[in-house]
């Protein structure tokens, strides 16, 4: 069976990413997100049928890797990211896509809008309290 992947077996950059999405909204939710939920979804909020699960699972296995702009920007707006989220040459890259993916939540950009400004010694105390409530949740540590 041809994949998409690279000699390498490396999966390419739009399942990269979905995979990166599909691992976020599982740390969100505390279980495994399903294509099928997604394109649910997806097709509930275009109000028609515009994606079905086996299109999303084969793009994130890399079977798919050519996706249309609209099918990007549907699941952009299904995970809450912008739709450069999927282009390597995106300035959010720069930051890293776990950044860019958490900067898409408007109460993270909140809370990093109300940090700002603050001491080393407060933002210390913050980022110690939050790695305090990641481990009370069972979330696994992340790094910048």
Do not use: C
Request: aromatic share 6%; net charge negative.
């Amino acid at each position: 069976m041809s994949t998409a992947a690279n000699e390498t077996g490396e999966k390419p950059f739009i399942a990269q990413r979905l995979d990166l999405l599909f691992e976020m909204a599982k740390e969100k939710a505390g279980r495994k997100l399903a294509a099928g939920t997604v394109a649910d979804g997806i097709n509930a909020a275009a109000g028609e049928k515009v994606i079905d699960q086996t299109y999303i699972w084969q793009l994130r296995t890399g079977r798919k890797d050519n996706p249309s702009y609209n099918v990007l920007a549907q699941l952009s707006r299904y995970f809450g990211v912008s739709p450069m989220f999927f282009f390597p040459e995106d300035l959010g890259q720069a930051v890293g896509p776990n950044l860019q993916a958490a900067l898409s939540d408007e109460r993270i950009r909140d809370l990093v809008m109300v940090a700002t400004g603050l001491s080393d010694q407060s933002v210390d105390a913050l980022t110690a309290m939050t790695k305090h409530v990641r481990a009370l949740e069972g979330l696994p540590e992340t790094s910048a």
